[in-house]
């Protein structure tokens, strides 16, 4: 249990008290909120209760502050509780207690911070899904950071956790694609080919076509364009993925499945476990059941020759179609089909998609669409990747310098490598636009974060390192030496990541994490700077024990951390 539930659970508890004593007398309390107040000299943690109580309990304030204060019950974790103006209650952790804490995060290691607010349930995180019509630009590489370190931190809070890639690869832009690469083809072997009007132009689309040429040769001349169209395209298809895969892995970016749209087509029981591809099965396919759904409920209308979903009755704004006159499925009814799959057919708890901001006006027709399949829509959480800038230094960064077109994520890669790029994309909430500089992040001083952070792990990593050199066993010295205020101020920090942990989960804020990283690196280096931790005077031994030991939890806290926003963790710079 957090720190900060205990002390919510004590002042409840001080409040029945006081309200069995006849002190305060309120018909119903509200939630009960304990924060970390602004200015330390106040303590670890306040609440407001007193001023949310006020006018329901017709009393003043820090009265009421007063007779609650005096009935909290201290545990071990509380060195004292205290009313303050205009109406606060103010608690401040043991000195004792946060010493102990340094053995309990040595001893937590790799689980350090784990919770189980989770309780098991599953999720789906689903993010990225970029057509497989060419590279993941840096648009996406926003959303993928966001999906991957959010994913970290649900597991973490004790989340059953499913990573999930939705491949679109049905409908008029793979028809697009696969055309365009058929005509690459076709002129790379010195045929007549035009590309398509909306057809892809990209170096990549003649680079797939030369590689099936290397691989299977001339061919698919000798077939109809119908057939070769459909055989080149699932050849480029599968070649597009891989390279998607390995773009996202060159950020530490991977998932659980990749799921092909065409599946939702195609009847799940005569599926085979490894199916990545088109094929001729029985209906009904997810598709089916979740139309079929829709009509019972009388969610669908005909108008027009065009089927359409009533999404006005559910809330959205108008009407959208879902089946075209031609009897072709929209982009909406596959995505349909899709939430129909991942909450009906694999049972999921909650779904969180992680979209690009051209997708924004799609989220209330999603929700609408949901809650005509009979699921909770706030079982649906829709996060919305806003717009990135690239800059280097005050100039705007464009195109890309190797294809004149968008910069992809793995030349983003190249230049300022991983672990910049996934902190620099989680350093701002997925809701606001932002600039990514890639000057600063590259730049090897305090004044760039990821420098700074791994800076200050790699001081830590060196210090352990220094002893282990020098022989000296740390593992049976007593941390009740620590009790300088740098050494307390980097405890409190590190004890911060719990709680952290527990709020990503709760508010899909991921966002937090390297601001957090931030405060543990500056509180390692004031107490680095402050405290002398290996010292040559034998009268201080145990003292360099003691601080040798909350070095080695601080390293357990920098890993942790690290590791939830897949960064690595560098013991030399």
């Not at 009960?32 to 003043?60: C, Q, S, V, Y």
């Not at 060159?250 to 087509?265: H, K, Y």
């Amino acid at each position: 249990m957090l720190v900060k539930d205990t002390i919510a659970m004590a002042v409840a508890t001080a409040l029945e008290q006081a309200h069995r004593d006849g002190a305060i007398s309120v018909d119903s309390a509200p939630d009960i909120e304990i924060e970390r107040p602004n200015n330390p000299e106040h303590g670890d943690f306040a609440t407001n209760l007193p001023l949310r109580l006020a006018r329901a309990a017709r009393a003043n304030p820090l009265q009421l502050a007063q007779l609650i204060a005096e009935r909290v019950q201290t545990g071990p974790e509380i060195a004292s509780v205290a009313p303050a103006p205009p109406g606060f209650i103010n608690f401040k952790l043991s000195e004792q207690w946060l010493q102990q804490q340094v053995e309990a995060v040595r001893a937590a290691g790799d689980t350090f911070g784990a919770a189980d607010v989770g309780a098991g349930r599953k999720v789906m995180v689903e993010f990225v899904s970029v057509n497989p019509t060419g590279p993941v630009h840096v648009g996406h590489t926003r959303g993928a950071v966001l999906g991957s370190v959010l994913a970290n931190a649900l597991e973490a809070a004790g989340y059953d956790v499913t990573r999930e890639y939705y491949i679109n690869d049905a409908g008029s832009q793979m028809e697009a694609f696969y055309r365009s690469v058929w005509a690459r083809y076709r002129q790379a072997l010195g045929r007549a080919a035009a590309m398509p009007d909306n057809g892809y132009q990209g170096d990549y689309i003649a680079d797939i076509a030369a590689e099936i040429i290397g691989t299977d040769g001339a061919g698919f001349l000798e077939l109809t364009d119908l057939a070769a169209i459909r055989q080149i395209g699932d050849i480029a298809r599968a070649k597009m993925v891989a390279l998607i895969r390995d773009d996202l892995d060159a950020i530490g970016v991977t998932f659980d499945n990749w799921f092909s749209e065409r599946r939702l087509f195609q009847n799940p029981d005569s599926l085979p476990s490894d199916y990545d591809g088109p094929g001729d099965y029985d209906r009904p396919s997810d598709y089916d059941r979740a139309i079929a759904r829709l009509r019972q409920g009388g969610h669908l209308a005909e108008r027009s020759g065009a089927l359409w979903f009533n999404s006005i009755a559910l809330g959205d704004d108008r009407d959208n179609v879902v089946v075209r006159s031609s009897g072709e499925p929209t982009y909406f009814a596959s995505d349909i089909a899709y939430h129909y799959n991942k909450f009906a057919a694999r049972g999921f708890d909650r779904v969180i998609d992680i979209w690009g901001a051209d997708h924004q006006g799609h989220v209330p027709r999603m929700k609408a669409a949901v809650s005509a399949l009979g699921i909770e829509p706030e079982n649906l959480t829709v996060l919305i990747s806003q717009m990135v800038t690239l800059k280097r230094g005050n100039e705007t960064v464009r195109a890309s310098k190797r294809t004149g077109d968008f910069v992809t994520l793995r030349e983003l890669v190249d230049e300022v490598g991983k672990d910049a790029c996934r902190y620099f994309f989680l350093a701002r909430a997925a809701s606001t636009q932002m600039e990514f500089d890639l000057e600063l992040a590259t730049r090897e001083s305090s004044e760039n974060p990821v420098y700074y952070v791994q800076y200050a792990h790699a001081r830590n990593a060196s210090i352990l390192n220094l002893a282990v050199e020098r022989g000296i066993d740390f593992a049976g010295a007593s941390v009740s030496r620590l009790t300088h205020p740098y050494e307390l101020g980097l405890i409190r920090t590190m004890l911060r990541l719990p709680e952290l942990i527990v709020q990503v989960a709760e508010n899909l804020e991921p966002h937090h994490l390297p601001h957090y990283a931030m405060e543990l690196a500056t509180a390692f280096h004031h107490f680095y700077e402050n405290c002398r931790v290996i010292s040559a005077n034998p009268d201080d031994n145990d003292l360099t024990l003691a601080r040798l030991k909350l070095v080695a939890a601080a390293q357990v806290a920098f890993r942790r951390t690290l590791t939830l926003m897949g960064m690595s963790a560098p013991e030399r710079m």
